[in-house]
C-alpha cells in the first residue's frame, strides 16, 4: 500500500491565469505595482499570505499581507466568474486519476496551498472526490515546505512517509516531501525550472502524467 499525495495548482490544474488575475487585481487595489505573471508563478504553492510577502519582497506576512490576502479571498470567485477562468487539468491527468484512482493498493490525497474551499471546488469540477480520500490545505496547516500537510495525511491514512509520494510542480513540494520523509517527485509542465526541481532535491522528473505510473508501481 502507498500513499500518493498530489499538489493542486500548476500539477493537476493549470490555474496560472486565475491566479495571476486575482493577484493583479488584489495589487492594483493596494496601490502596489502591477506584478509580473513570473512573480505570480514563483509563489504559487505557498498560503496566500506568505506568498504575498515575498512578491512584495518581504520576509514574513504582516498586517498589510493579511488584508491583501483577504482581498483576494474576497476577489476570487468574482474573477472566475467574470473571466470564465475554469482551471483546466494539464493534458494527462484525467487519464491518470482514473487509472490510479480504483487502485486497492493505493490512496490518493491532495496536500496544496489552495483554500479548502478552492481544492473542494476542484474536486467537484473535475469529478475526483470519489477517488481523493485525504487533503491537506492553506486552511489546515502551515505553509510548504514545512512538511505538516505530508505527516497529516499519513497519520490521518494510517501511512508512514517511506511509502508516500509526492508529486509537485513547485521547489516547496519537493522540499515539503523530503522534510517529511517521503519520495519527491517533480513535474515538468507547471511553474518551476526542472533544474529548481532537481536543486530541491526532486528524487526523480517527469515530462508527461503517464510517466508517474513507472514511479508509483
Known sequence: MKLILFDCDGTLVDSVSLIHETMRRTFLHFDKPEPKVEATKAIIGLTLDIAIARMLGRPHAGDEEVAMMAYYKSLFSEVRRDLDFREPLFPGIRELVDKIGPRDDLLIGAVTGKSRRGLDLIMETHGFGKYFVVSRTADDCPSKPHPAMVTECCDETGMVPSVTIVIG??????????????????????????????????????DHPSELLAHIG
Open 169 to 206: 510542480d513547485a521547489v516547496y513540494d519537493m522540499q515539503m516531501a523530503k522534510t517529511a520523509g517521503a519520495t519527491a517527485i517533480g513535474v515538468s509542465w507547471g511553474y518551476a525550472s526542472v533544474e529548481d526541481l532537481w536543486n530541491a532535491g526532486a528524487d526523480a522528473v517527469v
